[in-house]
Structures are given as C-alpha cells and as structure tokens.
C-alpha cells in the first residue's frame, strides 16, 4: 500500500512539474515583437512627415523604379575639418517588389546615398540619377514625369 501511495505522490509531483516547464516553454518563447535598433531607426527615418519627395526613375536599361526620399537628423563629423554627416535615407521600391534602402552620404554636389561598403551608389542631382555598381557607372536615369 505504500508503494502505491509513493507512486501516485510521486507521478502528482512529475505531472505538475511537467506542465510548469511546458508553460514556461510556452511563456519564453511566444511570438513576441522584436524591436532592434535598426527597426527604430527604420521606423523612426520613414516617418511621413520626414518624405521629402517621392518620385519615379526610369533608366537606360529599362530598369524602372520608386524613390522615396527622407529627411534625418545629420551626425556629428568624423573629425573637425568635415561637414556633418547627412542623416537622410533612401528607400528604392523596384517592380518585382524588391526594397533597397540606402542612407544618405556626404556629397559635394547633389544627394548621394551609398551602402557601408559603397559597392552601391545612387547619385541624385535634380531630375537625374546615376547607379553605380562596384565603381562602374551602371545605369542612368531620369525622373518619369507622367
């Protein structure tokens, strides 16, 4: 009769501690929204009041595209003898769907927007822009104003 006793005791005791590690299972790892600094930024940077323009390239190679420009706050100079760092982004919008965001560098003329490697450049000088690709001028294109 004791072991009988011992035995559900002790199958209560393994029950109950198996659906206390199941809930906290469940608790940790539920779908919860992630917030990373990029998507602050992100989210922060593609406010509508920051739009400064939102327009329609197409280019040479036929290539066809949405450019949506923000403004951003700038970022102080690397050293003293440099201008701010512009803090705008670029958000290009293809056909297929694809998004490429770039954020805005410094230029001497017009408004340039390059990855952190700069392999990808978008040039922009009123209603013209330049792709470059690795250092190669790979497209031009104009603003669509249809």
């Known amino acids: ?16 501690l198996t659906i206390a590690v199941i809930a906290i299972f469940v608790y940790e790892f539920s ?15 593609f406010d509508a009041k920051n739009l400064m323009a939102d327009v329609i390239f ?6 066809s595209f949405r450019a949506a420009f923000y403004d951003g706050p700038a970022k102080q100079a690397t050293s003293t003898d440099m201008p701010p760092i512009p803090g705008g982004k670029l958000r290009l919008t293809f056909s297929d769907g694809r ?21 990808l450049v978008f040039w922009d000088k009123g209603d013209e822009a330049m792709w470059q690709q690795a250092g190669q001028e790979t497209d031009t294109c104009k603003v669509n104003k249809n």
């Open 31 to 45: 779908a919860k929204p992630v917030v990373t600094q990029k998507t602050a930024e992100t989210a922060d940077t």
């Open 1 to 16: 009769m004791k072991t009988a006793k011992k035995f559900i005791l002790f199958s209560v005791i393994a029950i109950v």
């Open 58 to 63: 197409d280019c040479t190679s036929g290539l």
């Open 99 to 119: 998004q490429l965001i770039l954020p805005q560098t410094i230029s001497a003329d017009g408004a340039r927007y390059a990855n952190a490697d700069e392999s």
